[in-house]
Each structure stands twice: as C-alpha cells, then as structure tokens.
C-alpha cells in the first residue's frame, strides 16, 4: 500500500539553524500539507499545496516558513531561522482527487536547542 | 476561527466492552469530520469520517455519530480489541479546508 513517507525521523539543530524537513507524498496525490503538534498540544495545520503554490496557510505559518516542491516527488519545509519553540513533531500529508481524505506521513521529530 | 474540544483525554475500557470519544466544534460552516488513529511511531491514519450532510456513518466496529444543532460528533467503537489501544483524534474541516485537530483520547483496550 503507497504511503507517505519523511525524513529525517528525528532533527536536532540549534536555534537560529536553517532546517529542511522532507517529505515524499503518494505518487498521484495531488495536494500536500503540513502540521505540526508541540508536545502535549493539539496538531496544527501551517500549510496546503496544490498546483505548486499555497492554497491556505495559518496564522503559524508566518515568513520564516517555505514549502516547496523541488521536483516531482518531494515535498519539503523549511524554517529559515529556527526558536525554541519551534521544536515540535511535523506530519506532511497528502491527498488525492478525494482532497479531504488526508494520508499522513510518520512524522518528523524536530528539536531545537 | 474554529475550535475543537475532545473527551476523554484518557479512555481505559475491558476488551469487548463498547468505547465512545467525543468532540464537539465551534464553526457551524465545518463541513467535514475526519477521525483518525494514531499509533506509536506512526503518522494519525484516518479511520472513519463524516460529511455534515450526514447524521451517522458505519463501518464495522466502528461508527461516527453527527449532530450539526449542537455541534458534537462522536466516535463509537464496539467491542473493543486490544489492538484498538492507540491514540484517537477528531477534526474538523473549516470552509477555508483548514483542519483544526482535538486535543486527543488515548484508548487502552485490557485483555
């Protein structure tokens, strides 16, 4: 069964650092998005890609976050300058001609030091 | 914007006894009701959902209830197995298509 797949499972960087966290979504999936969830906090949606530009974002997502589809499969987010409180697990998703039905990745584990 | 409220935070059932996760919604536009499971390591992997022109939704031990009036949907899973212990999470989809998540029930199904 196709799934999404990320990378790395688990970043450390320190704060100010650049990160780039990967995903690879579902071949024919058409929309891509990102969450994060803080731990013991809800998961929060930042971003929704479709036709490769953003189609909604939250208030979270603000300058210091990028998303890009560098080529035909990947899917990446990046913080430009990271802070503390951006250490948080983030969940790429993706979604086909069904765009509500989301498949979630495993997750990226970002801690910033 | 929209808000998301879920009960229990913790749910510890027997196996084959019946549990029930609520959720209730502030936006009355939301007009989708994703639940998903997630388990350790693991990404949320969504399990049943429900469209707000629909009062309940069923797919084997697992059924989604709706009430658009009071603005509350519910998880109900019959006859729990210890493999349903997870984590499950309720959302609801906005008119803007953004997401926003409940907080989370973590279910412990005893043998």
């Known amino acids: 069964e196709p799934e999404v797949t990320q990378t790395p499972s688990h970043q450390v960087t320190q704060m100010g650092q650049e990160v780039i966290l990967r995903c690879v979504p579902i071949s024919n999936h058409l929309y891509f998005y990102w969450y994060r969830q803080i731990l013991g906090q809800k998961v929060e949606f930042l971003v929704s890609f479709y036709n490769n530009e953003i189609s909604e974002k939250s208030e979270i997502f603000d300058d210091q976050f990028s998303v890009e589809r560098p080529d035909g499969s990947n899917f990446t987010l990046k913080i430009r300058s990271t802070k503390l409180e951006d250490s948080a697990m983030y969940f790429c998703?993706?979604?086909?001609?069904?765009?509500?039905?989301?498949?979630f990745g495993p997750g990226t584990r970002l801690t910033v030091l | 914007g929209e808000n998301v409220e879920q009960h229990p935070s913790t749910l510890s059932v027997q196996e084959g006894d019946s549990a029930v996760i609520k959720c209730t919604y502030s936006?009355?536009?939301?007009?989708?009701f994703p639940w998903y499971k997630q388990e350790l390591g693991k990404g949320p992997q969504l399990i049943i959902d429900?469209?707000?022109?629909?009062g309940e939704k069923k797919d084997q031990r697992i059924a989604v209830t709706l009430n658009k009036t009071a603005k509350h949907f519910s998880l109900h899973i019959t006859e729990t197995q210890p493999e349903d212990s997870a984590v499950y999470f309720c959302a609801a989809k906005d008119n803007f298509n953004k997401f926003y998540f409940g907080s989370g029930t973590k279910l412990n199904v005893k043998p």
């Open positions: 936006d009355s536009a939301s007009n989708y």
């Open positions: 429900i469209r707000s022109n629909v």
């Open positions: 998703a993706s979604s086909g001609t069904s765009r509500d039905t989301q498949y």
